[in-house]
């Protein structure tokens, strides 16, 4: 079973690495991009926003991993009150995706209509609010769990 869990992190870890190093190299085009047009029209502005560029790469990433949330095992790189039993890291990993997803999903929305430093202030909200709020339901489910088992 230990040996399934990994496997399983692993798999979301090598998601999370591919989707990062896929974040970063397209983030890198568009910095050497706007360099080169600056450097050729002789201009001292730059002519693309790279703060909304990486919210906006930040907000598909996030979308991209509260997808493989559901999917992973019960493991113990993350999870406190979830890792209770395989119901609480269902439920807890479950909202925590949903919250993910919504966080990234707003942050892509906002940064269409916001420059580049609102884009980015908002996506920190966004993604503290979004685990608060799996941290909470999280320790709801645990003390329902502990409440059903007679433990509380």
Known sequence: KEQLEAKSAAKVLSIVGLSQAVMFGIMHYFILYSSYVQASTGGSKSTIDIA???????????????????????????????????????????????CIICAGLLTIITTVFANGIISTILMLVYIILASVIAVIYSKKEFDIERKKEGLS
């Open 52 to 98: 909304k560029v990486s919210c906006i790469l930040c907000g598909i990433m996030f979308v991209v991993l509260g997808n493989f949330m559901t999917k992973a095992k019960k493991n113990s790189v993350v999870g406190v009150w979830s890792m209770h039993n395989d119901n609480t890291w269902r439920k807890s990993n479950l909202i925590g995706a949903i």
